[in-house]
């Protein structure tokens, strides 16, 4: 083959993509479905990556072959391709979120909706969730993560084709793979704690790996390389059976086979290695009289529609189920059989309406002044009314007056829908250094810390607005999901928070977070050690697990028209090992709250009043539980001077 006269030629449809297209997105649901029975369906979504890398760069290079290229018209045809899809899908899920969410949990959806429009939802999830947490089942549109990654991979394409418009095909080889190799680098810890702009987007290392487009580069690259590679006649033409192909990717990607939990990367690099042989290879796998092979086909053929409408509909079951009931070991599983059908063929007959009559109906428009152009416009402004509406409403807090959640009298900012304090324009939790952290009563001249995870950022607008409190600087200094306890999260000796931690002094400190979801008997020696090192040069209080409703009052109330019934046997039989332990600490300087008796009486625990919920859901304080917390300790207590 002459390198230099070498042109990349347009790929004509090929059944065979479409038919892996179809079982990436088959895993891919059956993971949203059941993450415990296929532990490694997820991985469908890096399959897809590699085979956007493989069609769009196949699509451009065959373009500039014949003088085709026009970046601008390359634009259009992708805009129409996806937003149309993604416009149908705001509405959708927005309507949802109207039935089956509440406050905070409306917020994110709409901000991700908004923010997927811009094609950034990517970053706004990595600093909201890790999409390994069970919560994340719940998300209406975690799924838009990588929709955004696609798009960003879009705009950076065609500039990277004009680049190498003069090199040899082996100089495009050379080019990409180099590029594919310094986006492994991305994969560095060091990279991402050293550039700032890294750690500003990206919540943690874990979320930056997952979420990032500098680490999904390198799928779409060797998407690229396996275009290429698919051009050579003697590479493309190696004689692989591709059915052989489809089972061994199958097997990874439904078996979490042992060897691969201690190599972090293992399923990835197996399924990216087995995607790029089987995309290279020009062989197809067409047959009329095979039953699974046009099911796939079918799927394939539906697979960006399947992709986006499956996940809201799972979420929306699974959080009425989550809220409308106490049942925890059943509430995020889906295991009536008959109802599995229902949803699989609901599942299926949405994505295909999706994919008739907006997919397809809309995938070749033009920019001009057409009727279907006016429906896209149309949708387009309905759907931001609906997102802006929920945002500007508190997450459609007029739907249950009757009692409050929120002051309208504070002076405090709060991000909406929460009752998690904002200040300069951004959120107090997840601050990434003390320096950085939000302070309140400025003036004072003793100290407060409130370190925890999300549970303790809920609780600082009672300290903070407490007048009893106006002698005392409140910090916070919180992270969601993360309990301050050594070795755990990102306090461990030497790591950045730890040392800024370790150095707080002649401060009051109050320690706390969601003990209850923890077996706190596994980590017993961690938490005495945080607390020794806490105590030398501090004062310390540590809340025992704090009752809480364990469902979201609101939207029990709304979905059963009743309030919920008395849990306590449950909660305390759930945080009994953690009471034990806590209660027979005895260490200098550390003081333990029984955060019992803030909300109950003889085994009867207070939620709500006559006038406000003192929890924002299953466990989080409201603004009302909040300034009780700090009412008992201060009234009651008298733990201040």
């Not at 416009?87 to 409306?106: P, R």
């Not at 095909?169 to 560095?188: A, E, P």
Request: glycine share 4%.
């Amino acid at each position: 083959m002459n390198s230099k006269n070498f042109t990349i030629k347009k790929i004509k449809k090929r059944y065979d993509i479409q038919t892996l297209r179809g079982l990436a997105v088959l895993f891919i649901v059956l993971y949203h479905f059941s993450p415990e029975v296929f532990p490694n369906g997820y991985l469908g979504v890096d399959i897809f990556f590699i085979i956007s890398g493989f069609t769009i760069s196949n699509l451009l290079y065959s373009k500039l072959a014949i003088n085709d290229l026009n970046i601008v018209e390359f634009f259009k045809q992708r805009f129409f391709r996806i937003f149309p899809s993604l416009i149908s899908f705001v509405i959708f899920t927005q309507i949802l979120a109207y039935f089956v969410l509440d406050h905070l949990f409306i917020y994110q959806t709409s901000l991700a909706n908004l923010f997927s429009l811009i094609s950034i939802s990517n970053v706004y999830f990595a600093n909201i969730t890790n999409y390994f947490e069970q919560n994340s089942l719940q998300i209406l549109n975690i799924n838009l993560w990588s929709l955004s990654v696609q798009k960003q991979f879009y705009i950076v394409m065609p500039f990277l084709v004009l680049l190498t418009k003069r090199y040899s095909f082996k100089g495009k080889n050379i080019f990409f793979i180099f590029l594919f190799l310094l986006s492994t680098l991305f994969f560095i810890p060091n990279i991402f704690f050293n550039l700032s702009p890294l750690s500003t987007l990206f919540l943690n290392f874990e979320n930056y790996i997952f979420f990032s487009p500098f680490t999904r580069s390198a799928q779409f690259l060797l998407g690229v390389v396996a275009m290429n590679l698919n051009q050579h006649k003697v590479i493309s033409n190696l004689k692989i059976n591709k059915w052989f192909l489809l089972i061994v990717i199958s097997t990874f990607l439904f078996i979490n086979f042992s060897f691969f939990q201690n190599f972090q990367y293992g399923s990835v690099l197996v399924i990216s290695f087995l995607t790029l042989v089987y995309l290279t290879l020009k062989s197809d796998i067409y047959s009329n009289n095979n039953l699974i092979l046009k099911t796939l086909i079918f799927v394939g053929n539906i697979s960006f529609s399947l992709y986006l409408f499956h996940q809201p509909i799972l979420a929306a079951v699974r959080n009425h189920n989550y809220f409308g009931n106490y049942d925890s070991d059943n509430i995020l599983h889906i295991q009536n059989e008959i109802s599995q059908l229902l949803l699989a063929i609901i599942i299926l007959l949405i994505s295909w309406f999706n994919y008739r009559f907006v997919e397809q109906k809309f995938r070749y428009s033009k920019f001009y002044f057409t009727k279907d152009n006016l429906v896209v416009l149309g949708t387009l402004i309905l759907g931001v009314f609906l997102v802006l509406s929920s945002l500007f409403s508190g997450g459609y807090s007029y739907r249950d007056n009757s009692l409050k959640s929120f002051s309208n009298k504070s002076q405090l900012d709060f991000i909406v829908g929460t009752n998690y304090l904002k200040q300069n324009g951004d959120r107090c939790i997840d601050r990434l250094n003390l320096e950085e952290a939000c302070i309140f009563n400025v003036e004072g001249d003793k100290k407060i810390y409130l370190l925890g995870d999300s549970l303790m950022s809920a609780l600082v607008s009672g300290f903070a607005e407490h007048k009893n409190l106006k002698n005392y600087k409140i910090i916070e200094f919180t992270k969601g999901s993360c309990p301050v306890l050594i070795n755990k999260c990102d306090f461990n000796p030497g790591d950045f928070r730890y040392d800024q931690i370790i150095n707080i002094k002649n401060s009051k400190i109050f320690l706390g977070g969601k003990y209850q979801e923890i077996n706190m008997s596994l980590y017993e020696e961690e938490l005495i050690s945080t607390l020794e090192i806490l105590a030398l040069n501090n004062e310390v209080y540590l809340f025992s697990p704090f009752p809480n409703p364990g469902v979201n009052l609101r939207m029990y109330r709304l979905i059963n028209k009743s309030s919920p019934p008395d849990n306590y046997n449950d909660w305390f039989n759930q945080v009994i090992v953690s009471k034990q332990m806590f209660n027979k600490l005895n260490i200098k300087n550390v003081n333990v709250i029984n955060s019992e008796d803030i909300f109950c009486i003889q085994k009867k625990c207070e939620y709500f009043t006559s006038n406000y919920y003192l929890f924002n859901d299953y466990v989080h304080f409201s603004y009302f539980g909040a300034n009780k917390v700090a009412t008992y300790l201060i009234e009651d207590l008298q733990i201040f001077d």
